[in-house]
């Protein structure tokens, strides 16, 4: 399987098998945490401090305080796997 990683801090986006992330250093599932629930979506050079799982576990914030990015981030994680699955 095929997913596309893409860094909630720094925008690096990859395509890569689970394993291979893995191995890189990425956070993101199955191998890290689980599909459709809010947790880092992180490449290996980044923090977790710029991520929505920070804002909402750390900042407090809520769904109407997002930004727009914020909001791209849990629309995509909501629809994992499907909406970083790539099929070619």
């Not at 849990?74 to 099929?87: A, F, K, Y």
Request: hydrophobic share 30%; proline share 7%; aromatic share 6%.
């Amino acid at each position: 399987m095929l997913l596309l990683h893409i860094c909630e801090v720094c925008g690096k986006e990859e395509i890569l098998t689970p394993e291979q992330g893995h191995d890189q250093g990425w956070d993101y599932p199955p191998k890290m945490g689980g599909f459709k629930v809010v947790s880092p979506r992180t490449c290996g050079n980044c923090s977790i401090n710029g991520t929505l799982w920070w804002a909402f576990s750390v900042e407090g914030k809520q769904p109407d305080d997002l930004d727009e990015r914020q909001l791209q981030t849990l629309n995509r994680i909501l629809q994992e796997p499907e909406s970083i699955m790539v099929t070619d």
